[in-house]
């Protein structure tokens, strides 16, 4: 069992920054690839980035990509998505994911745990 707490979301005006951090409890962290999605209201959950097992393979959607960065810390269980130049679009709450395997996946079913979510808001 893996239980994920992000935190850092919050209110920030466009062209601002933010980072998220996700802190997994378990010992099954580092074996896990990890990801972020995000959901805005009225919307489909979304990827937005993902993190293999080790670290060395990250992979971004489109429209975050050169904007975002998502890193992690096996030994601290921790996953960040750092966020810079941000858009109103970007506004949603962000939910970490913690995946059934090692590799990077941006399917939804494939991630077996997830948090609860962060609320982010860009203003204009």
């Known amino acids: 069992q893996v239980q994920l707490v992000e935190s850092g979301g919050g209110l920030v005006q466009a062209g601002g920054s933010l980072r998220l951090s996700c802190a997994a409890s378990?010992?099954?962290?580092?074996?896990?690839?990890m990801g972020w999605f995000r959901q805005a209201p009225g919307k489909e959950r979304e990827f937005v980035a993902a993190i293999s097992a080790s670290g060395d393979n990250k992979y971004y959607a489109d429209s975050v990509k050169g904007r975002f960065t998502i890193s992690r810390d096996n030994a601290k269980n921790t996953v960040y998505l750092q966020m810079n130049s941000l858009e109103p679009e970007d506004t949603a709450v962000y939910y970490c994911a913690a995946g059934r395997y090692r590799f990077i996946t941006i399917r939804p079913s494939d991630y077996a745990y997830w948090g609860q979510g962060t609320q982010v808001t860009v203003s204009s």
């Open positions: 378990g010992r099954t962290f580092s074996s896990r690839a």
